[in-house]
């Protein structure tokens, strides 16, 4: 552990807190994951370049590994996945020829150990280990990454407020944020329904996105068809996602997909 700076450290120190937290009874590779999220440095950017969120990643753990009965007083011991990891996080800093390990090491180190539970919690929040990689290659190469775009929802009120809502939520795991002002977004999501038609509150918010030159990507819900010449003056249309309750989790995974490359300069 000598060759860790203080961040990668902090690390260790977060993961055993999450355990705590979860009452779980050893440090696995999950509670690694959340302490990278949390520790706030260069991985936890990484992380979140990709929409993984503190709040977000702590569900998909809950997901995986269920919340122990009783704390576990003491230290708890890494798990045999975990260890490796920390090795694994030592090799890749020797191989880059650094002298230190830091937390983007650490990531790798996760990330390379196939049987781990983060590997199974990342792929819950719908982001691909791979570009996880590449990204914490190019954190390490100065390479600087873009932060997650911050979205506006429109929507028909009241009648689509719940679906929008649970858009909403399940976008925040992803780390998108969404905006109350359609001014401070970069992407508007104009959710459409079966029969929609446009209120002039939802035509005022496209129109305003439009002069801002904001993509507007249409979420179809319930079976609903694009409504192209409804949508107005929009600037431009980025590709429709369809939303339904049967696959919703799938779906909102790839509306982020979508929501990624629709931002100017990526795609």
């Known amino acids: 552990m000598e060759r860790f700076t203080a961040s990668a ?10 355990a705590r937290g979860f ?3 050893a440090i696995g590779t999950e509670h690694l994951l959340l302490g990278l999220v949390g520790e706030g440095g260069a991985a936890a950017s990484v ?8 709040a977000g990643c702590r569900a998909r753990v809950l997901e995986v590994s269920r919340r122990g009965v009783v704390p576990v007083p003491g230290r708890l011991p890494f798990t045999p996945g975990a260890k490796r990891a920390l090795a694994s996080a030592v090799r890749e800093s ?25 590997l199974d919690v990342l792929a819950r929040c ?7 990689r590449d990204r914490a290659f190019a954190a390490l190469a100065g390479i600087d990454l873009s932060p997650a775009p911050r979205l506006f929802l429109s929507y028909r009120r009241p009648d689509d ?13 992803f780390g998108r944020s969404v905006v109350g002002d359609v001014g401070e977004c970069d992407v508007l999501l104009a959710v459409v329904g079966p029969d929609w038609t446009p209120t002039d509150l939802m035509r005022a918010e496209v129109e305003r996105a439009a002069q801002r030159a904001v993509p507007v990507i249409p979420v179809l819900v ?13 600037g431009r249309v980025a590709d429709h996602v369809t939303v339904r309750h049967e696959t919703f989790r ?7 997909d979508v929501v990624r490359y629709a931002q100017p300069g990526i795609g």
Request: aromatic share 0%; net charge negative.
């Open 250 to 256: 799938a779906d909102v995974a790839r509306l982020a």
């Open 47 to 54: 992380l979140a370049s990709v929409g993984v969120s503190p």
């Open 222 to 234: 319930d079976g609903a068809v694009l409504p192209v010449d409804q949508l107005p003056g929009t």
């Open 23 to 25: 009452a779980h009874t």
């Open 9 to 18: 450290r902090r690390v260790s120190v977060i993961a055993l807190q999450e």
């Open 94 to 118: 020797l191989a880059l020829g650094h002298r230190h390990v830091g937390t983007e090491h650490l990531l790798l180190g996760v990330l390379a150990e196939d049987e781990g539970v983060a």
């Open 126 to 132: 719908g982001v691909d280990p791979g570009e996880v």
């Open 161 to 173: 407020v719940h679906l929008a809502g649970r858009i909403a939520d399940r976008l925040d795991d």
